[in-house]
């Protein structure tokens, strides 16, 4: 049974920075692919950001390019996702997703197991 369990979320002022966390178990991951999703309120689900765990290829959404970073750490099964710069249109809920193989994508329906989420709200 894989599990996704996101962390890290919180209130920061626009400008500052936030690390999330994606603690990934029941699975060897260093054949998936993790994705960060997010969802503000009235708003349809938009990808951030995803990563090949093997070859640790990293793609972004042009609305976060340059202030988000994607990481992830074997021994740990984690993924992170550091954003810096943050603003207030980045307030949503955000999502992690694994997909089992294939190639990294910012299609939601391709990814197999999704975590709860967590709140990241950024005040101006």
């Known amino acids: 049974q894989v599990q996704l369990v996101e962390s890290g979320g919180g209130l920061v002022q626009a400008g500052g920075s936030l690390r999330l966390s994606c603690a990934a178990s029941?699975?060897?991951?260093?054949?998936?692919?993790m994705g960060w999703f997010r969802q503000a309120p009235g708003k349809e689900r938009e990808f951030v950001t995803t990563?090949?765990?093997?070859?640790?290829?990293?793609y972004f959404a042009d609305a976060v390019k340059g202030r988000f970073t994607i990481s992830t750490d074997n021994a740990k099964n984690t993924v992170y996702l550091q954003m810096n710069s943050l603003k207030p249109e980045d307030t949503a809920v955000y999502y992690c997703?694994?997909?089992?193989?294939?190639?990294?994508?910012?299609?939601?329906?391709?990814?197999?197991?999704w975590g709860q989420g967590t709140q990241v709200t950024v005040s101006s």
């Open positions: 997703a694994a997909r089992r193989g294939g190639i990294a994508t910012a299609d939601s329906s391709l990814y197999d197991y």
């Open positions: 990563i090949n765990w093997r070859t640790s290829s990293a």
């Open positions: 029941g699975r060897t991951f260093s054949t998936y692919v």
